[in-house]
Each structure stands twice: as C-alpha cells, then as structure tokens.
C-alpha cells in the first residue's frame, strides 16, 4: 500500500472540499433536521460527502467508506482500508457562526488508524497525520505534548454534561469542571481534537460520539503522545459510537479514575 500517494491524494481532494464549502456560503443553505431539532444536516453536508465518495470510489475502488450521512458504504467491521468521513463536523456552528467548523477524515487499515486529517475551513488551518511520523499544523510540526494535571489543565466538555443527564454522574463532572484550570466548547469534535493536538485544550471528552467524529483526530493527537478511549479505559472500535476521551498522558488516566462515574443506559 502506497500511503504517502493515499496521503497526498487526500490532502488534495481535502482542500478541494473546502473551497467548495467557502463557495457554498455565497448561496442559500438548505436546512433540515434529522435525529431531534438541534441534529442539523444541510444540503451543503450531502454534497460534500457525495463529492468525496464518488472520487474514493473512482479511484480506490477497493476501499470502503463511512461517511456521517449515510453515502458510503454498509461497514460492520474494519477489515480492509475504510475511510471514515464527515464532511463538515460541527454543521450547527457552520449554520449560525460560519466558523468552527471542520472536515474530518480518518483512513484506517484493519482497524489501525494510517492517515488522520482536521480541516478548519475557515481559519485555513490543515492538521495532519500520517502514523508514526508525527502530526503537523499546516507544514509546522507539532511538538509531543507534556504530561499536565487537572489544576493546570483546559477541558473540553459541553455544559450538557455537567448538567443532569441520563449517561453520567453529573456531579462528578462537575468537580472536574471546579478542580481544572478551566473548560471550553467549541461545538465540533474535531476542532476540539486539534486544539488537544495543538496543546491548546489539555483533554477533551464526551458522553456520545461518533466514529467520523473522532476517526482524524484520533490519529493526530497519537502522533503527539495524546491517549484516545472510551470513559471506560477501553480501546475504540471506529465502528460504533461510544463515550469518549482524549487527553495528554497522565492526565487521561486521572480524570478516568477521578472524575467519570458512567451510569447504566
């Protein structure tokens, strides 16, 4: 397998992407909802995935693809090359602010994450991974993060956790929220794994995501010594959404025995 061509063509066809989602704002955007009304889908969303699944298809007809709305492929398990696609993660933030919004890729390769990418449209910021060769900013290379504890620390978290909810004890949560440096919601997964990635956020989690949600980004913050799992401790499939963790060594075991008390769903 070819992963610097695959690397190369994805970056390409990643940029293409994004040009087109900047173009899509000179128009009206069509807007629907899907699960419940804040589970916001756009027929900008669509066409993304479409563009990108009929290129993968042409020219890796081998490969697979997941993609969040339902384009690709059927996939069950993670055998072969899948790529795990969401066109724009964070498709809210894209309807109401324009910004903090991302394309998110993830190529794996029997389940081992080969190739992650993080896309800020807007800001023109392009986050890049190739496995164990480090993870870049643009064409800056980023360092390997520093081991921190939760008093220093930026957390990630959306507010709905720290409030009552049916997935975790929300007082725990709390405490965590009142023992850190300070928290931060961006609204998107994946802009949130690439301040992680960058050193700006110290850990980020969540009670349910997606794999495109987390497929790119949890390539990238390995290459800087970042641990991604469930709020069980537990390897993630890529196939099934799940809780999810991602945070600085260290760290990322502190909050798991500290902080996170899962209720039974």
Aim: net charge negative.
């Amino acid at each position: 397998m070819d992963w610097g061509a695959i690397d190369r063509y994805a970056k390409s066809l990643i940029k293409e992407a994004g040009h087109r989602i900047r173009v899509s704002f000179a128009g009206k955007i069509q807007i629907e909802t899907k699960a419940d009304a804040n589970d916001l889908v756009t027929d900008i969303d669509r066409e993304i995935e479409q563009f990108f699944i009929s290129r993968i298809r042409r020219d890796f007809p081998g490969h697979r693809i997941l993609g969040e709305e339902g384009f690709g492929d059927d996939v069950s398990s993670g055998e072969g090359v899948v790529w795990i696609l969401d066109p724009i993660d964070g498709t809210m933030n894209f309807i109401h602010q324009r910004r903090n919004f991302a394309i998110s890729l993830g190529i794996f390769a029997d389940g081992v994450g080969m190739l992650g990418y993080i896309y800020d449209v807007m800001a023109d910021d392009f986050y890049h991974a190739y496995r164990g060769e480090g993870a870049y900013r643009n064409d800056e290379r980023l360092p390997v993060l520093e081991p921190v504890t939760v008093d220093k620390a930026v957390i990630g978290v959306n507010a709905s956790w720290v409030a009552p909810n049916r997935y975790i004890d929300h007082e725990a949560v709390g405490r965590l929220v009142s023992d850190c440096r300070g928290t931060r919601s961006y609204g998107s997964a994946a802009i949130e794994l690439a301040h992680v990635a960058a050193g700006r956020l110290d850990a980020y989690l969540s009670m349910r995501l997606a794999p495109w949600d987390i497929a790119g980004g949890s390539v990238i913050i390995r290459e800087v010594g970042a641990i991604s799992t469930n709020l069980r401790g537990e390897d993630l499939d890529m196939i099934s959404n799940d809780t999810f963790i991602a945070a600085r060594q260290g760290l990322h075991q502190s909050i798991l025995d500290q902080y996170i008390r899962l209720k039974q769903t």
